[in-house]
Nanobody, 115 residues
């Protein structure tokens, strides 16, 4: 079992920055990728950024150059640094972890960007 706890969401003006954190605990040896997803009201959940066990990363096009995913293996924590935020980035952001056996989700943290 793996538990994921997000933090760092909040209200920010357009052009501002936020850093989300996802603290993971449990059987982390089985995890081969972690990611951030987001879901805006009335929309489907979408992948924002992912980081693989080997360190490779990928991003959705709309956040490239503005968001950075990183991890601290010693702390079992994954971060999402979000810069130059736009109102369309407003959503609940979820931390996600993948293993060969199952997937894990955090409870989500709200990010609201005002124009």
């Amino acid at each position: 079992q793996v538990q994921l706890v997000e933090s760092g969401g909040g209200l920010v003006q357009a052009g501002g920055s936020l850093r989300l954190s996802c603290a993971a605990s449990g059987s982390m040896f089985s995890i081969d990728a972690m990611a951030w997803y987001r879901q805006a009201p009335g929309k489907q959940r979408e992948l924002v950024a992912a980081i693989l066990s080997g360190g490779g990363t990928n991003y959705r096009d709309s956040v490239k150059g503005r968001f950075t995913i990183s991890r601290d293996n010693a702390k079992n924590t994954v971060y999402l640094q979000m810069n130059t935020l736009k109102p369309e980035d407003t959503a609940v952001y979820y931390c996600y972890a993948h293993s060969s056996l199952r997937e894990y989700w955090g409870q989500g943290t709200q990010v609201t960007v005002s124009s």
